[in-house]
């Protein structure tokens, strides 16, 4: 569906194209004041939009790509064996929580710009999920977090950036931003890497006192 609108907005150009084109045919006739200003105005509507769309297309990718570059990672702050250690005897009482028993999850923002939410694994570790943007030149940032709830220290993270505002055709969230498509990309390179990272130490973390 996303392919369809770029062939519409294609398609509208090359109309406006075209239409522009007659405009200066029409008006060569005329004086040479006159073909000037066409000559002017054709130029600037056969190649204002494919500049003004290419230059933001490059920007947002060249920023989304330093972002991946240099922010996109796991980090993991603390290993199980470390946690353990520093707080004897208390892993075993840590049974995950199911849909009987686990808090209410927590939601703040607007789901769309800024936004977090926290879900609770077991009785001292939370997942908090995080979105912040439009950074610079559309991109976002997504986090996921572990957090020990009684001490509010953070003890893996994973980030990762996207740009763009989505498909169009799920709902224009973002309003007219929503239709530039060709800005969208999900994930950084290193995303199917680093989220396997993540999960696997996820697992570890929530079933850290056995599997309920």
């Known amino acids: 569906m996303a392919s369809l609108l770029v062939l519409a907005v294609i398609g509208g150009y090359i109309i406006l194209s075209a239409l522009a084109v007659c405009f200066v045919v029409r008006a060569v006739t005329k ?5 000037l200003v066409a000559g002017i105005v054709a130029t600037i509507v056969v190649t ?9 297309y490059v920007q947002t990718k060249h920023r989304l790509e330093r972002y991946c570059r240099e922010e996109a990672k796991v980090i993991i702050f603390k290993s199980l064996e470390e946690w353990k250690r520093e707080n004897p005897g208390v892993a075993k009482n840590l049974k995950p929580y199911d849909d009987k028993n686990a808090p209410d999850i927590i939601s703040k923002g607007d789901g769309l710009h800024n936004s977090s939410t926290t879900k609770f694994l077991n009785p001292r570790f939370a997942h908090i999920t995080k979105k912040e943007g439009p950074l610079q030149l559309n991109v976002f940032r997504h986090s996921e977090e572990l957090v020990d709830t009684k001490t509010g220290q953070v003890i893996a993270i994973l980030t990762d950036f996207s740009s763009g505002y989505g498909n169009p055709f799920l709902g224009a969230r973002y309003g007219w931003r929503s239709y530039k498509v060709w800005l969208a990309t999900d994930n950084c390179p290193s995303f199917d890497k680093n989220v396997t990272v993540f999960s696997n130490y996820f697992e570890s973390i929530k079933n850290i006192g056995g599997i309920k």
């Open 31 to 35: 004086g040479r004041k006159i073909k």
């Open 48 to 56: 204002l939009p494919v500049t003004t769309v290419l230059l933001e």
